[in-house]
């Protein structure tokens, strides 16, 4: 079954302090991965995407994410939050035969401590 | 260039209503998607609409319908509503029927009371 995965419902870090965000996914097919950022009573933004090539894409805001195909894994990276990072974190799969459907994990809420 | 745009913000039905949500694609976009996400969920794929005909569809029912006009704007139809039909609905537009990034709207907040 396709699913996406986010271990961490809720993570607090200080400001400065680095972020990683899991991800992992179960995919039958190669996948296309997303992360977006959500503001509370706020639409999904895009911080980046994975489709193909260098496993390492950069993003908006600083962020960066890491496909490992061997660990079903898309991390989201950031080596220094800043309280305006604080806001709720999807991540999703879709795939070329799909139809345009995404699934997306249950999110992972950031909360940035002074 | 203007982004995704939804109407209306918030909305307030009462059970056994229906209720019509709309959505305005970003320009050059010729793909709709429609996601419900319910309180402390993540989005949850409804259907998709490319070139004004349903192009994939998730595990709704069929009283959650839509239509997608020429110029490719959207709107999602919801009969006989259910408390647990309370939620944030999302469109996406997109091109290429879907295979490419989806940008999102702001939500419309439905209330079934």
Redesign the interface.
């Known amino acids: 079954a396709q699913s996406v995965t986010q271990p961490d419902i809720h993570i607090t870090v200080s400001e400065g302090a680095s972020l990683e965000l899991r991800c992992n996914y179960s995919y039958g097919a190669t996948p296309y991965l997303f992360w977006y950022v959500q503001s509370p009573g706020q639409g999904l933004q895009l911080l980046l995407k994975y489709f193909s090539g260098d496993t390492l894409v950069q993003g908006i805001k600083g962020f960066e994410a890491e496909f490992k195909r061997s660990q079903s894994s898309f991390n989201l990276r950031k080596p220094s939050v800043h309280w305006s990072d604080a806001a709720e974190y999807f991540c999703a799969v879709g795939g070329y035969n799909q139809g345009g459907k995404l699934i997306f994990g249950q999110g992972t809420e950031l909360s940035v401590k002074p | 260039e203007t982004g ?1 745009t ?1 109407s209306p913000t918030h909305l307030i039905k009462t059970r056994g209503q229906q209720v019509t949500l709309r959505c305005s694609s970003q320009s050059g976009h010729n ?1 709709v ?1 429609w ?1 419900q996400q319910a309180l ?6 409804i259907f ?1 609409y ?1 070139r004004e005909e349903e ?2 569809r ?1 595990n709704f029912p069929p009283r959650f319908s839509g239509l997608q006009f020429p110029n490719y704007s959207s709107e999602l139809n919801v009969n006989a509503l259910e408390l647990d039909d309370s939620a ?1 609905y ?1 469109c ?1 537009s ?1 091109s290429s ?3 490419d ?7 419309t ?1 439905l209330t079934v009371l």
């Open positions: 995704v939804q793909t998607s996601y402390g969920q993540g989005p949850q794929f998709q490319y192009n994939g998730g944030l999302l996406a997109s029927g879907g295979r990034t989806q940008y999102f709207g702001p939500g907040r």
